[in-house]
């Protein structure tokens, strides 16, 4: 069966980083586009980043550009999502999402609950 779980959220101060890890199992990791999600409470689920099947081109929303940085590695099947000089603006459930390369097929994570509070 198919997994995403995500890892790494939690209390961070204003300025300070924390990593994010999603690691997927029962599907072809190496096939399937990586994107991070969030949503803050109020507000819809929004685009953070993307990385190719290859780790060869990245995205970003330009509220995080600068900021955070995506990043996979195929041999353990895991995304990560590197967030440094976070903002209270960045508190959030962060979702990952796998979507496959050559099909319509798509999975998420259970979510990460980012905190950023002094």
């Known amino acids: 069966q198919v997994q995403l779980v995500e890892s790494g959220g939690g209390l961070v101060q204003p300025g300070g980083s924390l990593r994010l890890s999603c690691v997927g199992s029962?599907?072809?990791?190496?096939?399937?586009?990586m994107k991070w999600y969030r949503q803050a409470p109020g507000k819809e689920r929004e685009y953070v980043a993307g990385v190719t099947i290859d780790g060869g081109r990245k995205n970003y929303a330009e509220s995080v550009k600068g900021r955070f940085t995506i990043s996979r590695d195929n041999v353990r099947k895991t995304v990560y999502l590197q967030m440094n000089s976070l903002q209270f603006e960045d508190t959030a459930v962060y979702y990952c999402k796998a979507k496959g390369m050559d099909s319509n097929r798509e999975y998420w994570g259970q979510g990460a609950q980012v905190t950023v509070s002094s």
């Open positions: 029962g599907f072809t990791f190496r096939y399937y586009v």
